[in-house]
């Protein structure tokens, strides 16, 4: 019995590099389905916009408290979806690196699967590299295509209060 579980593992150790290439693409073909459907071109429709509002005097829109109210709304999303852009590339070239490293020792972890006291460290392995590999881009892509589509319904609530 333990002989067969050997072979397997000695075959599974010589696959690797494609079970984790299989991994990492559902993640990837995941997170191009939220991504794909992106319309950058809803930042700039809706910035333009306020910015043609705001272009008018000061006085104009300090008077005006739905379009100062906008602008701030405005502003402080620009501001958050800025940092949360730049902290989502961040955080996807360190995965970029992560999957580099969990691949390169994938062997070792699928060989530690074999014994009782090292099982422990290869689902370890396995729970991480889950995480880089699926859930990491997944839930980035998600809340980005979540972002996108909060922005366009506001540019539609904005339009509808003028």
């Not at 993640?27 to 809706?46: H, P, Y």
């Amino acid at each position: 019995m333990h002989q067969v579980i050997y072979i397997q593992i000695a075959l599974l150790i010589n696959f690797t590099p494609a079970i984790c290439g299989v991994v990492v693409d559902i993640g990837n073909v995941v997170s191009r389905f939220f991504l794909q459907s992106m319309d950058f071109n809803v930042f700039r429709t809706v910035f333009q916009k306020l910015q043609g509002d705001l272009s008018r005097h000061w006085t104009d829109v300090l008077q005006e408290g739905s379009l100062f109210a906008q602008s701030l709304i405005m502003i402080g999303f620009g501001w958050a979806a800025a940092f949360i852009l730049i902290i989502t590339t961040v955080v996807f070239y360190i995965r970029g690196f992560k999957i580099w490293y969990y691949v390169i020792v994938s062997p070792l972890y699928f060989f530690l699967a074999i014994f009782d006291k090292t099982k422990s460290h290869s689902k370890k392995w396995w729970d991480n590299f889950i995480k880089w590999a699926i859930l990491t881009p997944v839930t980035l892509s998600f809340f980005i295509y979540l972002a996108q589509f909060s922005l366009s319904r506001l540019n539609e609530v904005f339009s509808l209060s003028n």
